[in-house]
């Protein structure tokens, strides 16, 4: 598989490869999972910080974080990562001013996701 | 060999389940500390645990330290697998009792050496853990050998573990390796078969004779 068109500071298609054991197929399944999944704990993200829930924020950052981290979709996670900072340090404000830009990084990441392997 | 992951990120999970299907291991997945409890303790529970750290309710951490109360002699084999990459988290998730450390992103050619090495420790656990028990029961064995036996002053039968009269010889081909073969000494051959006792004293009284 060759994926030349794909913007790789967003999301390296050959790195998700690797962690797939070169399988296409399960590429594409985890990938469908983590579109939907991130898209709803989003949702959750915000509903926390709404709610002044900071520790269950820093939970749903971190799983974002490491979600992202495998899924080889690095300025999400990057971002994701500095919500869960934030949130850990009680740092609600920064953690809510955050939001739009994870928001931003997840469409931009599903783009280039779908572009690639979906 | 059967492998319980323990992780509440839906992707990961069924990424981590993937690849070890892929590698030929059966896989249990649960998405929380409390349901992984539960499957731990279960006695035919998976000895090799991978476990994500930071988790909504019970996280990795503390049901390390919770499987660690109830471990015996197999005790589980528990790899961390987080996103915390620093050192002061590797030294405390190996200090609460993890016996390795892998952080998120992982690669499936570590994932599977690391598996591969607790699957080496276990197999060398089971081992040790057969061999004692082998070890023991000799032990108790020997014991039962060399421990009192009551006998009847009378009829010479032996009290058994179980509290029941037994024959000498049915006590001895239960309780040890030997093979019983009944025969007749020289005194009760004379009190039970006086004219065969005769026979036999005469014919050894002519043989030294002619010797």
Redesign the interface.
């Known amino acids: 598989m060759s994926f030349v068109n794909c913007d790789r500071s967003i999301f390296d298609p050959d790195d998700l490869m690797e962690r797939m054991m070169g399988d296409s197929v399960l590429a594409r399944s985890i990938a469908e999972i983590f579109l939907n999944d991130i898209r709803n704990r989003i949702d959750m993200l915000k509903d926390r910080l709404n709610e002044n829930d900071i520790r269950g924020a820093e939970l749903l950052a971190h799983s974002m974080n490491g979600a992202a981290s495998n899924m080889a979709a690095d300025k999400f996670q990057e971002i994701a990562s500095r919500i869960e900072k934030a949130s850990r340090l009680n740092d609600l404000d920064a953690a809510i001013f955050l939001l739009t830009e994870l928001e931003d990084r997840f469409m931009e990441a599903e783009k280039e996701i779908r572009k690639a392997i979906l | 060999m059967r492998i319980l992951i323990v992780e509440?990120?839906?992707?990961?999970r069924?990424?981590l389940s993937?690849?070890l299907l892929?590698c030929g291991h059966e896989v249990s997945a649960v998405s929380s500390g409390e349901e992984a409890w539960t499957v731990i303790r279960q006695p035919d529970a998976p000895r090799l645990i991978l476990l994500?750290w930071?988790?909504?309710g019970l996280n990795g951490l503390d049901l390390c330290k919770r499987i660690r109360s109830i471990d015996g002699d197999n005790p589980f084999y528990i790899i961390m697998l987080?996103?915390k990459d620093n050192k002061k988290d590797i030294v405390e998730g190996l200090d609460t009792g993890t016996d390795d450390y892998i952080t998120?992103?992982?690669?499936?050619e570590e994932l599977r050496a690391r598996i591969n090495a607790g699957h080496r420790i276990i197999e060398m656990q089971n081992r040790l853990l057969s061999h004692a028990k082998e070890l023991q029961n000799s032990l108790d064995h020997i014991e039962t050998l060399q421990g009192i036996l009551p006998i009847c002053s009378f009829c010479k039968k032996v009290r058994n573990d179980s509290n029941y009269w037994q024959q000498v010889d049915d006590y001895i081909a239960s309780h040890t390796n030997a093979r019983v073969t009944h025969s007749i000494c020289p005194e009760c051959m004379k009190i039970h078969y006086p004219d065969i006792h005769r026979r036999i004293n005469r014919k050894n009284t002519e043989k030294a004779d002619s010797d």
């Open positions: 509440d990120d839906l992707s990961t069924n990424t993937s690849i892929k994500d930071l988790m909504p987080t996103v998120k992103p992982f690669y499936p």
